[in-house]
């Protein structure tokens, strides 16, 4: 089996180390083609403006100058002239990527590249709320959730995205497989400052994100100290509003 990592944290974020150690497990070819730095927020950006670089680091590991798509997109066309990576797992991130927070996800954004590419993809990130534990809990319950993985044929353009609570690996209660969640929107906080010149900026802050703990989701699993698995489908039509819209333009 040949498996590519990638992840959104870049090619020396700790959260690739534990990754590859769990690839490791499962493959003797198990390849990296990650960004050059951390695009944690990168989305499903792709580098249309300036060119990137592919920079080899290892007999098969490497960076791109780029965003977590442009590292799986290139490494995809020129890592593998003869045949595509059979798996490519993205991670595992630096803390989670639940709810609403997919879209924003270059992690889950890397899985889809691959699977836009008909590989199956599976992102994996690891909450961090209580410092202290670490990847403990992804390293320790990876192999049990890949397992069933490998054996599924996962429909073409779906991902599955696995989040791992921020728990030591002996307090985690299980897995289980959930929908994608929702957090009110009111996202996080915005700090205000003037830089030294004079002028007003302005960052993103990631707390005070309002979560909407609905039954059966990820947010709820992972809360309650379980593995989330959520099947992702890139189709993001809401096919229930279809017939309603269309019946607004006919006549
Ligand atoms: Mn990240």
């Given amino acids: 089996m040949r498996i590519l990592l990638t992840n959104d944290d870049g090619i020396n974020a700790p959260g690739l180390e534990v990754l590859e150690a769990i690839a490791a497990e499962l493959s003797d070819e198990v390849w990296v083609c990650a960004p050059a730095e951390e695009n944690s927020g990168a989305g499903h950006s792709l580098t249309l403006h300036m060119p990137v670089r592919l920079r080899q680091h290892g007999e098969r590991r490497f960076s791109v100058t780029g965003t977590p798509t442009d590292a799986v997109n290139l490494g995809m066309k020129k890592l593998f002239p003869d045949r595509p990576p059979d798996l490519v797992i993205s991670g595992v991130n630096?803390?989670?990527?639940?709810?609403?927070?997919?879209?924003y996800s270059g992690t889950v954004s890397a899985a889809m590249e691959a699977a836009l590419a008909g590989i199956p993809a599976v992102a994996m990130s690891q909450a961090l709320r209580d410092a202290g534990h670490g990847f403990a809990a992804a390293r320790a319950w990876a192999?049990?959730?890949?397992?069933p993985l490998l054996?599924?044929?996962?429909?073409?353009?779906?991902?599955?995205?696995v989040n791992f609570p921020a728990l030591p690996a002996d307090q985690v209660k299980g897995i289980r497989v959930v929908r994608q969640g929702f957090h009110d929107y009111a996202r996080g906080s915005v700090i205000e400052a003037v830089d030294p010149r004079g002028r007003p900026?302005?960052?993103f802050g990631l707390d005070d994100i309002e979560h909407t703990l609905d039954h059966g989701t990820d947010l709820e699993a992972v809360g309650e100290g379980y593995i989330s698995v959520t099947p992702l489908q890139l189709d993001l039509t809401h096919h229930a509003s279809i017939g309603a819209l269309a019946e607004r333009y006919s006549g």
């Fill in 201 to 203: 900026y302005f960052w």
């Fill in 143 to 147: 192999a049990r959730v890949l397992a």
């Fill in 151 to 161: 054996d599924v044929r996962m429909p073409k353009r779906t991902v599955i995205n």
């Fill in 94 to 103: 630096n803390g989670e990527n639940l709810a609403d927070d997919v879209t």
